[in-house]
């Protein structure tokens, strides 16, 4: 049989059709499952990988079900807040001629679920939203960052606001708009007694510094707890606010961690948040959590 007669068949297309994808694993997040995979990117070349999931096991691929493309052999299934949530995932490989591969295996994963819907609020600041909006200086006025807060936002819970008192945006070194030194915010919570269990702190970040995020360092009444380097971001945080926005080009980011029972006491507790590397981060909420 000729090629010809193959292509006249139809059997032409089949054999160039990309191979599917394998080896598609999931790593479960806060608010997001991170997925990867193995593909032969150049045999034919791939012009992308096109991601279908579900609620709902044994779905068909389709327009309904695409949640996503990408040209890397990862994508980050985002924006899910706090609540577990169970899908289920196949990937299609798309060449760069328009052929399309066999959806790959099924697989099946869930996100994490967050202390913000596991745990009792204790004390917050913000909507844990993917938003910043009603922050102090939102969406983009972070030219106004050092006449508004000049030693950075000191917050009181139950008699500060956030639109007034809580900058959405925290400077880093990095920050030429904000004098290239490092930054403090300070959140003040009362307890009427130490949590007999855990107590945690939630961080959610709309946005961060696409190349220089930087870290952040936690202190709770003066007692180290631990400096956390923030996510790459898209720098766009800084002048825009809204992160459920289609097609948003911010990538939010969560820290989620518990606070050490020794160093809370009952009365006014005092978090500290120092940016002392890197650049810029945007808030969507923060919040103390008995878990």
Do not use: C
Not at 219 to 242: H, I, K, Q
Not at 257 to 283: C, F, M, R
């Amino acid at each position: 049989m000729t090629v010809t007669r193959r292509s006249a068949l139809g059997l032409g297309a089949a054999a160039r059709r990309p191979r599917p994808v394998h080896g598609l694993r999931a790593e479960p997040g806060i608010g997001r499952i991170r997925l990867s995979w193995k593909g032969e990117a150049y045999a034919p070349l791939v012009d992308h990988y096109a991601i279908y999931g579900s609620r709902s096991a044994g779905f068909g691929v389709g327009p309904d079900t695409l949640v996503g493309k990408t040209v890397y052999g990862y994508f980050a299934h985002d924006r899910m807040g706090g609540a577990r949530q169970e899908w289920h995932y196949r990937i299609v490989t798309v060449d760069a001629a328009g052929n399309r591969s066999r959806p790959s295996a099924e697989l099946s994963a869930s996100s994490v679920e967050s202390v913000t819907v596991a745990g009792s609020a204790l004390a917050t600041v913000g909507d844990f939203d993917h938003k910043t909006l009603e922050l102090a200086l939102a969406p983009k006025g972070y030219a106004q960052y050092r006449a508004r807060f000049g030693d950075g936002p000191d917050y009181t819970y139950g008699k500060s606001t956030p639109g007034n008192d809580w900058a959405y945006i925290q400077p880093g070194p990095a920050d030429s708009w904000a004098g290239n030194r490092p930054s403090r915010a300070t959140f003040r919570f009362p307890l009427e007694s130490v949590p007999s269990g855990e107590t945690w702190l939630a961080v959610w970040l709309v946005d961060t510094h696409a190349s220089l995020p930087g870290t952040v360092k936690l202190a709770l009444n003066g007692t180290p707890v631990r400096e956390v380097p923030l996510e790459f971001g898209g720098t766009r945080g800084s002048m825009e606010g809204d992160a459920t926005l289609p097609n948003t080009p911010l990538k939010p980011s969560y820290v989620e961690l518990p606070l050490p029972a020794a160093a809370l006491k009952a009365g006014e507790n005092v978090l500290t948040i120092d940016k002392q590397v890197g650049s810029w981060h945007v808030y969507d909420a923060l919040g103390i959590f008995a878990r």
